[in-house]
């Protein structure tokens, strides 16, 4: 099974709000990430999580804030958003990297939108 | 055939046609090249991955080659199908990093 499951799917807030992404894989990884995708782009890496540990933070905004509670969960917290965070936010998982050969298994992801 | 527009080169080909999908990486110590599928509305999806000690890797239907020498990846796609349309991007690791660098991607249209 190479499942990474996000939730929720879609969400809307408005700038105030404080909301959560979710993500859970049962793969047995113990690597972590967050990636952020805007429309025909890449996806731009924000945070690695490496055996429950935050190991690469991309220079992101504050106004994110991940969490690692156990191996299996991967949260983002979203605090004060502006319009132009929405995207499509990606979870994955992988083997930490040993000898840069283990692969990472994306989730469907969640459309967010900030009005 | 291939254009490049605004934000993301597009490869348009017929059903039963063979699609060859071509990206140029950055970095000369990159040892792991991933192939990613992204449809419409969904996250990226594993097709293939070679590492630096082998030149070519083959799946099912698909094909990955790997030139050093020109820091070049290619994907095949085998007969390709409608179901084959989607965003396709490569990506590389450094090595002893545990990030990867994504490429820009191409989109795959296949007409029936």
């Known amino acids: 099974d190479t499942e990474v499951t996000q939730t929720p799917k879609h969400l809307v807030m408005g700038m105030t709000n404080k909301k959560s992404l979710k993500c859970e894989q049962h793969?047995?990884?113990?690597?972590m990430y967050w990636y952020k995708q805007k429309a025909k782009k890449p996806p731009e890496l924000m945070f690695v999580?490496?055996?429950?540990?935050?190991?690469i933070n991309e220079s992101v905004p504050s106004r994110f804030s991940p969490e690692c509670p156990n191996s299996s969960l991967l949260n983002l917290h979203l605090h004060a958003l502006q319009p132009e965070d929405s995207a499509l936010y990606l979870c994955?998982?992988?083997?930490?990297?040993?000898?840069?050969?283990?692969?990472?298994?994306f989730g469907p992801g969640t459309r967010l939108t900030v009005l | 055939g291939e254009s490049v527009g605004l934000h993301l080169p597009t490869l348009s080909v017929q059903e039963g046609d063979n699609s060859i999908i071509n990206c140029a990486y950055s970095?000369?110590?990159?040892?792991?090249f991933i192939w990613y599928k992204q449809e419409s509305g969904k996250g990226p999806q594993f097709i293939i991955d070679?590492?630096?000690?082998?030149d070519k890797r083959q799946g099912q239907r698909v094909t990955v080659l790997l030139n050093k020498t020109v820091k070049h990846l290619s994907l095949q796609i085998a007969a390709t199908q409608p179901g084959d349309s989607a965003v396709y991007f490569c990506?590389?690791?450094?090595?002893?990093?545990?990030?990867?660098?994504f490429g820009k991607g191409t989109m795959l249209l296949v007409s029936p």
């Open positions: 994955a998982s992988s083997q930490p990297w040993v000898q840069s050969t283990d692969t990472q298994y």
């Open positions: 793969m047995g990884h113990r690597a």
């Open positions: 999580y490496s055996y429950e540990k935050l190991s």
């Open positions: 970095n000369s110590a990159s040892d792991y």
């Open positions: 070679i590492r630096s000690n082998m």
């Open positions: 990506a590389e690791n450094p090595s002893g990093y545990s990030t990867l660098t």
